[in-house]
């Protein structure tokens, strides 16, 4: 198939859009790819849809390959739905919601877990049935908080959700490998390079969790490697318990600390005013650190906690949700303080010169909590709970006892792994698949239940898999560019060659033409820049930022009998004879493709 | 490729769906194609989306031939697009309307003209773009007060809009006609009955439209047919105005009528008590009925006006609503009746023994209206503006004047045709396509201008070109069925063969799997019942009700070799050798697509 820019609806544009920050949104829209209509929000030029049906394509055939069967389920679903299992006050504000014309309320569908389930219940009813695995490539609604990165956080986007239904146990296993298969499958045909770690299940709950990451410095997610190769998200490590720390430490003293609300100035104040009982300079880890949070518990009450970290360390807020789960943690805000003042800010510790001051058993009756690395009988510099003040020799399980030990503080290079296999590397990264055992939890919510081979009936287990269709052609492209723009791999490219005429002279164009003509005779889709009265620069540069693998060149040289090839990968451009470019060019595809 | 049943995502059901009213939404529920999911709102199983798919490929093709590109706009768009162009109004309750996170407001996508021309106005500067013919194949989404017979009234639905963009009136003249042709083409390949007809351009605005009807009983469009072939829709039908009627009436005389608010009362009351001048009974046709309906114009105001139209024939409100139109058109509520107690509900007319009582001009002041059929000088009976009364002599444009003639009353079979070429023909039927003549309308409201040849800013005239994807689906299964199930065409079928094996003995089983391997090596798409312990007579109900128009038994004569092909459309059924099944069946079948 040939299409011809002199009429191709696609204008290249010089300046970067304002809103973008990453170089896959800038591109696809300079390109001409995507055009944005809303915060999150994007329509598909013809170049755009092109390279979305590839990606699509490659899901499809690697779906079928898992024995998982197409459906298409609305995006307008009964808010009823989500009610049934929870999960309409779990996404919150997460979820468009809207009513129609008699009052009877929407949502924009943010998952199907609930839909599908619902299917299967009504239509099958014996283990005879399953396993059964079916799968929908359809769009998809987040309210975002904050949509960024173009395709990379989008508020409507594209995403392939399968679901499993299997008897038993053993049979989810087998479902949740094959579809974990197809997404190595899946990846390596996108040529996105993936880490699989351990996830935390999340609103979608359920049993085990893997994601598929994508390292990239431009991913929301950080994860860890360890030397075994073992790796995880952040959310989900795992810090080794530190043994009690033996001896006998001072009492508490409580000193003046003026102007030391931050670590920083209470280090800095330590070094100036008080030796070091080893001899040495204070450091931040020698101290403990209150981070105020307030947790939305399901029910929507909010309750305020405070969580004691080593000061060296900033608090990760996504570690805390996992802790907290099901519960919402937020930053306190200066209105919680202000309802809470026995929390006297900048100089909050667990303990007073009149006696422990934090956790369900003290006078406040506040919740306090420990990052899990913090040992017992371990000694820290910490808050006195006086403007001014801080104590030292406060000493962990003497002085105060915590209500828990939670995963709180960031995860660093060189923390130990959790899998013992010593100090481990972290990465940003960001999500390109995720595949869950769900379990049980929501056909036990929605009543899907089949008869066992003893005639008894059981309830289904599930498992739910996600691909961000959108998203991961967003990092395809952000994987795959230079400073001159986009260099899609031949899967997903929206053609496979761009021939470019130049010049004033019919020739080059009857000779982009016909070869044109030959290549799309051999099954390639092509790209012709037939456009009169453009300059061969600005041609070049079109070319370059769109990003079609191949470009023959008919210029100057076709006087001569000749076109260049120039492959966008590595810039290398070679004369070749007219009558074989297309042969050329195709024997030069055929040998990367192989 | 082949699926089988033993596997395959589908049940058939016994029961119709209990909402159910029409033979598309029975069928395609019960043979496993689609569930409701919300009122108007469905999802696809495998069957149902190998079907739209098809669908959707032949509108491509058209498409592409017509040389239109294809695009993918979102379902989610601000409000303000339609503000801008006063359609959030005119869609009025018909369109779903949200607000994200911020208050941001939103609409899901009912219709793409704003969308589209604000990216041709962002990317396209000159006449040398122009023409531009974009589509898309996209879910869109509708309010509807009434959804109803399945996918025949949805409110999430699949359609096909296609956009063009001229410089010149010839211009859009040659895109229309481009889309025009187009559309024929895939009526014919769908197989769908259609009849062209011109059309009210309704909330569109613009100047030229016309609609593809697919006449059935189903329909909700009524149209009519004249002996030229010339076709509308009614609400386009131009009565021919009746000259003046000559001759001397006596003056009105007002008469008792005691209980006839109805014109059935009314005729009784006359044939009993008053004799007809020219000695025949009275029908209704003597009488004017008094119409009352409430105009929302578009500022909101709300106006109360009464129709005069023959006692014969009932209003027709569709048609009201063109006359009237950008109003909307409604009956008069009861409690619109009590704002205005001038009208003597049943005893309505536009004359009173004390002058005329309706018309601008008259005491009430409320406009009124006649039908366009009612000549000057015409004499009526009708209401006397007191309760049990009536008139007698009312001539028009001697006793009253009426504010203007308006296309309000139901046209019949055998009304004199508006291009003069005899009596009409009229029939039910459904849009399945619509072809509007925008003009400058868009491009006005929303600034999209270009450079002519003279470098002069020129408005750019449009064209918008839909089709309804899931409905014109609906409509080839009601118009391809039977008492036992569906018969699709081989152009959508959802697969092209239909492998039934039968029976207890493996030979069967071994047969159909063996045929079925050669029919997908010759690139057909194959069903394979292979499911154990399911009775033949199961099988082939199951194989009758899904519809697929080629069956292939491997049941008993395997044994003696044989295997009997089965055309679903005629119900022929032929035995032939194992070895030949597949030939025979291929060319069979060519010889039905030839």
Chains 1, 2 share one sequence.
Do not use: C
């Not at 986007?157 to 299997?166: C, E, W």
């Not at 101290?287 to 009450?301: A, C, I, R």
């Not at 808050?383 to 002085?399: E, K, P």
């Not at 290549?519 to 990003?547: C, H, N, T, W, Y």
């Amino acid at each position: 198939m040939i299409e011809r820019l002199s009429t191709f609806f696609v204008r290249t544009l010089r300046e970067d859009p304002v809103d973008a920050e990453v170089a896959s949104h800038k591109l696809l829209v300079r390109a001409g790819y995507i055009r944005r209509q809303a915060p999150g929000v994007f329509a598909w030029m013809p170049l755009g849809l092109r390279v979305k049906r590839r990606v699509e394509e490659i899901i499809r055939e690697e779906m079928r390959a898992a024995g998982s069967q197409e459906v298409l389920f609305p995006g307008l679903l009964p808010a009823d739905f989500y009610r049934a299992t929870n999960r309409l006050d779990d996404f919150g504000d997460g979820i468009f919601r809207l009513e129609d014309r008699k009052g009877a309320e929407y949502v924009l569908a943010p998952t199907h877990e609930e839909a599908f389930t619902l299917m299967v219940k009504e239509l099958y009813s014996s283990y005879k049935d399953l396993p059964l695995s079916i799968y929908q490539i359809q769009d998809k609604y987040r309210d975002e908080a904050r949509p960024r990165a173009g395709l990379l956080r989008g508020r409507e986007f594209t995403m392939k959700d399968a679901y499993s239904f299997d008897v038993s146990d053993e049979g989810l296993e087998v479902s949740y490998q094959q579809q974990r298969d197809a997404y190595e499958r899946i990846f390596k045909r996108l040529g996105l390079d993936y880490v699989i770690v351990s996830a935390n299940a999340g609103a979608m709950g359920g049993s085990k969790s893997e994601e598929f990451l994508h390292p990239t410095e431009v991913g929301e997610d950080t994860f860890f490697i360890a030397p075994s190769g073992f790796a995880g998200n952040v959310e989900t490590y795992q810090s080794t318990p530190r043994p009690a720390v033996e001896g006998e430490h001072p009492e508490p003293v409580v000193f003046d600390s003026p102007n030391t609300k931050s670590i920083a100035a209470l280090v800095d104040h330590l070094n100036e005013h008080v030796e070091h009982p080893e001899g040495r300079e204070w450091k931040a880890a020698d101290t403990l650190k209150s981070v105020v949070v307030v947790l939305t518990h399901p029910d929507g009450e909010e309750e305020l906690v405070v969580v004691g970290i080593p000061g060296d360390r900033e608090a990760d807020m996504k570690r805390l949700e996992t802790s907290f789960q099901p519960a919402e943690v937020a930053p306190a805000t200066e209105a919680d303080f202000a309802k809470n003042p026995a929390l006297v800010k900048g100089y909050i510790g667990p303990w007073s010169s009149e006696g422990p001051v934090l956790g369900e058993e003290s006078v406040t009756g506040i919740r306090f909590f420990l990052d899990a690395t913090i040992a017992d009988g371990s000694t820290w510099v910490t808050g006195a709970n006086v403007s001014d003040r801080h104590a030292m020799w406060v000493t962990v399980a003497r002085d105060f006892t915590a209500d828990g030990r939670v995963e709180a503080a960031e995860v660093l290079d060189g923390d130990p792994s959790p899998d013992g296999s010593g100090p481990i590397r972290t990465a940003r990264g960001t999500e390109i698949g995720h595949v869950f055992q769900l379990g049980r939890k929501y056909a036990e919510a929605l009543g899907l239940k089949v008869l066992d081979e003893n005639g008894k009936l059981v309830t289904v287990t599930m498992g739910s898999y996600g691909i961000g269709v959108t998203r991961d052609l967003a990092l395809v492209a952000e994987q795959n560019h230079d400073e001159r723009g986009l260099v899609w791999p031949e899967s997903v490219a929206p053609f496979d060659v761009h021939v470019v005429a130049t010049g004033k002279n019919q020739e080059a164009f009857d000779a982009a033409e016909r070869i044109a003509a030959e290549l799309s005779e051999q099954g390639l889709e092509v790209l012709v820049d037939d456009r009169p009265k453009v300059s061969p620069g600005v041609k070049f540069s079109d070319a370059e930022i769109m990003g079609i693998p191949w470009i023959i060149i008919a210029g100057r040289g076709v006087a001569d009998g000749e076109v260049e090839i120039w492959r966008r990968a590595d810039g290398e451009r070679e004369a070749v004879k007219i009558d074989d470019a297309a042969s050329e060019l195709i024997s030069r595809r055929n040998a990367v493709l192989r």
